[in-house]
Each structure stands twice: as C-alpha cells, then as structure tokens.
T-cell receptor, first 111, second 113 residues
Framework: GEDVEQSLFLSVREGDSSVINCTYTDSSSTYLYWYKQEPGAGLQLLTYIFSNMDMKQDQRLTVLLNKKDKHLSLRIADTQTGDSAIYFC???????????FGRGTSLIVHP | NAGVTQTPKFQVLKTGQSMTLQCAQDMNHNSMYWYRQDPGMGLRLIYYSASEGTTDKGEVPNGYNVSRLNKREFSLRLESAAPSQTSVYFCASNGVQRTDTQYFGPGTRLTVL
C-alpha cells in the first residue's frame, strides 16, 4: 500500500539550513509536493517536483528526489523564524485523484 | 478569487447534535475533498468528489455524509456528533491536471462535548 513517512520534529537555529526528509513507498508516484501549514491556517503549496526530475530549486528552497531510495527532501536555506510551521510531504500517483500525505514535520526555528 | 472558503470557522456541539460544514471554491475545480487533522495523525481523507455528481469514501468516512451540491460546493454533515469527531476539518479542491496543487480552505475547528 501507499505510505509517506516524515520525522515529526526538527529544531534549527535562525540563519542555519533546515533539511526536512520524507520517504514514500509507491514506486508509481508521479508528483511529489511540499506543503507548509502555519498555525491556525490551511495547507499552502510550497513547491513540487515531477518524478522524472532529481532536483528543483526555488529561491531559498531546494527539493532533492532520490527515486532509487524513494526519498524526498526539502532544504530551506537561511532559515528564518517565519519558516516555523508544519511541513507536509505528499504524493500523487498516476491515475489517482487522491494524494497521500505524510504526518507532517514541525519545524521550530530559534533566534 | 476567494479560493476555498469554509464556514463556520469554529463550532462547539454537544454529543448527538448534528451540523453541516460548508465549503465552496471559485476556481472551477472538478475535484473536492474533506479532510480531518488531528495532532500527530496528519491529514486523513474523509470523503472526496472527483467531479460534480460523484462522491466516494476516503480513509475515515464513518459518522459523516457529504453532498456535492454543484461544481462549487461540497458539504460535510455530521448526523450525530461524537467526541471522537473533535478535530480540525479542511476542505480542499484541485483541477484536472496532476500538476494542479490542492488548494485548502482555512479550516473549521470543531469541538464535541
């Protein structure tokens, strides 16, 4: 079956880089997404990557995809206190309208 | 565009009461979803509607019903609320293309006493 796993917590110092990891089991995953959820709000898309890509960079965000190991990571450079939030990894498989979400990683940024 | 809107934002019910959570989107999306979010559990899909006129069960449908009233609106009904349904409920929608992300509403915080 499909499963997406993430560690639950990550704590970093302001200005450092954050790396949030995600593993998935469905080899037919076509699209992989990262969402950010700020306190009291819904999820917002941060970035996505197609399964035929290895890397995608978008300003301070870098997504790396290792298809062999079914591992996805999100790197946030120069992490700021405003980056404190829950980050969700999600996958869409071909032919399905239902994404599978991980449980979310709470990122805490200290001054 | 307002995106995805949900009402109410907060609700307190007593066990056994019923209520309907409303969701609407103005992006002409085909697919709409209802999720619940509980601490440490991530998002769990309750019901979804791939297109107007169709609805399907998700991972945790028991105790809920849905109506896809038209292309814009997708409501979630709790017929007899239970304390286990205390949660934050999110509605989401996305278009036909897989590259279309899901757009989420701001959520409804429901407490059942």
């Amino acid at each position: 079956g499909e499963d997406v796993e993430q560690s639950l917590f990550l704590s970093v110092r302001e200005g450092d880089s954050s790396v949030i990891n995600c593993t998935y089991t469905d080899s037919s995953s076509t699209y992989l997404y990262w969402y950010k959820q700020e306190p009291g709000a819904g999820l917002q898309l941060l970035t996505y990557i197609f399964s035929n890509m290895d890397m995608k960079q978008d300003q301070r965000l870098t997504v790396l995809l290792n298809k062999k190991d079914k591992h996805l990571s999100l790197r946030i450079a120069d992490t700021q206190t405003g980056d404190s939030a829950i980050y969700f990894c999600a996958e869409f498989t071909g032919g399905s309208y239902i994404p599978t979400f991980g449980r979310g990683t709470s990122l805490i940024v200290h001054p | 565009n307002a995106g995805v809107t949900q009402t109410p934002k907060f609700q307190v019910l007593k066990t056994g009461q019923s209520m309907t959570l409303q969701c609407a989107q103005d992006m002409n999306h085909n697919s709409m979803y209802w999720y619940r979010q509980d601490p440490g559990m991530g998002l769990r899909l309750i019901y979804y509607s791939a297109s107007e006129g169709t609805t399907d069960k998700g991972e945790v449908p028991n105790g809920y019903n849905v109506s896809r009233l038209n292309k814009r609106e997708f409501s979630l009904r709790l017929e007899s609320a239970a304390p286990s349904q205390t949660s934050v409920y999110f509605c989401a929608s996305n278009g036909v293309q897989r590259t279309d992300t899901q757009y989420f509403g701001p959520g409804t915080r429901l407490t059942v006493l």
